[in-house]
C-alpha cells in the first residue's frame, strides 16, 4: 500500500463530492493508514474498518447526509465515515478518555444517525425512520448499511419481514463479506458461499421478499 499523508482536507462529505473521481484510491489509501496507525495506539477493530473504506466513500458521494440518514448496522466498521465526518483532526482520540467513540454515537455528531456497536439493529432502524420521514411529509433518504452477519440475528430477519410488507422507500446496502466475529454459520451463511461459487443467487433470499434488488 503506497503511502500517503492524510491531511485531513476532506473534512466533511461536501469536500468528499468536490474531489476529482481519479484521487479517490489515494483518499481511500490514506484513510486505511490512518486507521492502521491510530488503532496501533489506541486499540480498537482494525479489520471491519479496513475493509469498509471504499463503502463509506462510496456512501457519502452519493448521498447528502446528515439530510440523509445513513445508519451502519455495525458501528466499529464506521472509522472512516468517522473521518470523513468532520472528525478526522480528533481521530488520534479514538477510545481514549473525553475522545471518540469506538463505535457511533448521536451525541458525537449529526452524522451518526443512530447510536450502534454490534450487528443487526440497521434495519430494525431505518424501517422506523423510513416510516417517521413518511409520516411528516420528509424528501430524504434513508440508506442501512448490513452485512451477512446481521443476516444471523432475529431483529435484522424480523425487519425485512416488516420493510418487505411496507411500502415505505428505503435504501438497504447488503455488504456481503461471509464475516461476523468469525465467519458465518448456518443455512443463510451456506446460501451466499453457494452464490460466491456461481451455484445459486444470494439475491434470491431478498428477490423472494418482493424487494427491488440491484447488483448480484
Known amino acids: 500500500m503506497p503511502r500517503v499523508n492524510f491531511s485531513g482536507t476532506i473534512s466533511s462529505p461536501a469536500e468528499l463530492k468536490a474531489l476529482p473521481a481519479d484521487q479517490l484510491p489515494t483518499l481511500c489509501a490514506a484513510l486505511r493508514q490512518r ?4 488503532v496501533a495506539k489506541t486499540g480498537g477493530h482494525l479489520g471491519a474498518s479496513l475493509g469498509a473504506v471504499e463503502l463509506a466513500v462510496a456512501v457519502h458521494r452519493v448521498f447528502d447526509a446528515p439530510r440523509d440518514q445513513i445508519i451502519w448496522d455495525t458501528g466499529h466498521q ?10 478526522a483532526d480528533r481521530f488520534h482520540t479514538l477510545r481514549q478518555a473525553g475522545g471518540l467513540c469506538g463505535f457511533l454515537r ?18 430494525s432502524a431505518a424501517s422506523g425512520m423510513a416510516a417517521a420521514r413518511d409520516r411528516t411529509g420528509g424528501r430524504h433518504e434513508v440508506c442501512a448499511i448490513f452485512g451477512d452477519g446481521a443476516l444471523t440475528t432475529g431483529v435484522c430477519l424480523e425487519a425485512l419481514n416488516n420493510i418487505a410488507a411496507s411500502s415505505s422507500r428505503l435504501v438497504m446496502l447488503f455488504n456481503d463479506n461471509g464475516m461476523s466475529i468469525s465467519p458465518n454459520v448456518g ?4 446460501m451466499y458461499k453457494g452464490a460466491h461459487g456461481g451455484e445459486t443467487s ?8 418482493g424487494l427491488h434488488v440491484i447488483g448480484p
Not at 486507521?35 to 491510530?38: F, M, P, R
Not at 448521536?106 to 434495519?123: I, K, M, N, Q, V
Open 35 to 38: 486507521i492502521i496507525q491510530t
Open 202 to 209: 444470494g439475491s434470491d433470499l431478498f428477490s423472494a421478499l
Open 78 to 87: 464506521a472509522y472512516a465515515h468517522k473521518m470523513l465526518t468532520g472528525r
Open 106 to 123: 448521536r451525541d458525537e455528531s449529526p452524522f451518526d444517525a443512530f447510536g450502534a456497536g454490534h450487528a443487526g439493529t440497521a434495519l
Open 187 to 190: 443455512a443463510i451463511a451456506s
